[in-house]
């Protein structure tokens, strides 16, 4: 096959390091397959000049690329410093103060948020990114609080806050994300990703906003909160009402320990699967590479890892916005990737999938299994909304699947579920077979044998849930 249907996707972020069109170009030719813009950073300007660029590489390559927008959130971050840096001993006390908006070099210390309103006596603050441990030991006012620092260190300014057995109580859009949403909505936006879920809750409420402005976008839950994880059954929550997860790995560690990461992860993967959910391995996948043009061996078996468990997307962060190599680390996560997928299955990490009763799920599920036993090269599968593209993904065969749709927006969405290469085409009760030769005489599909074996999967016209038949082709 051709090495446009590696399995696992690429999800690159956006940054300095490619502000080009011909910079994301190269990068879209050389495997990315969805786009991340960091709404943690830039202007509105400047987002409609990426996803111009997107678009027109997309056009260029002939292929839907996925963009994602990823909020904020109540990021917490401390506020300007003198002399940016402040060093701290063991025992120091703190003043973190929202209403401080000079630093004087003193022990008291301007905040971006009011702590005060959300904190308890006895709750633990991480500050500089989980660097310096603090502890509450006093609310010493409306809008100040005092902290007991645990070990030596310094802290910067603007650096990040962690406050993992904080309760902010369903507050984690801040009117920042709330201006977000509504540029996103109005813009070429295919999934919005939600920064530090704790609950199924905020799922819901940022879904009723979206549909508020008309948006179609997908939603994608960053599960990083020492709450969200709490028990199996507040994930496994979180998981069915989201449309994906990314598993932010780098506030995680902070907030529930650096050991609770991987099994996490797994867990995780395991629950996408089960629930047709896309799910995205993020934070340092290729992290040396921001410096250096080679990964390292651990990096190496990271991205493996994540292939093997059957990730849908492996995402880079300041990889591609900030490092020195983005081209060269898309290229060397591709080259894990595909070594991965043709040296060693799928892990069976995930309970038996049961669905919802689901008619294309059945057939889905029996689409992959005669791909499987009868050598096929290619399923082909039409699809409105995307959800049979995505339960036949969720099986995870290894050959490609080659998603027909004739909306735009779910070829764009489908360009990060496992396996998936999505067209847009009319609908046609005879597509499929036209299609896959199309794809082969394209070089998309490589025959095993002197022909291609296909199976083909469709249904009624239009109708959502209308999957009912599957047929094997012989090209």
Known sequence: MSELFKRTKILATVGPAVASEEKITELIMAGVNGCRLNFSHGDYIERDQQIAWIRAAEEKKGRSVAILQDLQGPKIRLGMLKNDRLDLHTDDELILDYAVKEHDGSMRIPVQYNLAEKVKVGEPVFLFDGKIHTHVIEIVSKTAIKVKVENEGFIMSKKGLNLPDTDFDGDILTEKDMADIEFGASRDIDYVALSFVQCAEDIEKLRQILLSHGSTARIIAKIETKKAIETD???????????????ARGDMAVEAGAEVVPIIQRKLIALCRKHSKLCIVATQMMGSMVDNPEPSRAEASDVATAVIQGADVVMLSDETANGKYPLETVKAMKKVILYTQNHAPVADICPEITKDERGYDAISSAAARLAEKIGADVIVCQTASGATAEAIATQR?????????????????????????????????????DLARELINKNYIKPKGESALAVIVSGEKGKFGGTNTIQICHL
């Not at 396996?419 to 085409?425: H, K, M």
């Open 233 to 247: 059954e507040s994930l496994e929550a979180i998981v069915k009402v989201t449309d994906g997860i990314m598993i």
């Open 397 to 433: 065969p290894n050959l490609p699947i080659v998603s027909v749709t004739s909306n735009p927006r779910v070829a764009n969405q489908l360009a990060l579920a496992y396996a998936n290469t999505a067209f847009v085409r009319p609908y046609s009760e005879t597509y499929g077979a």
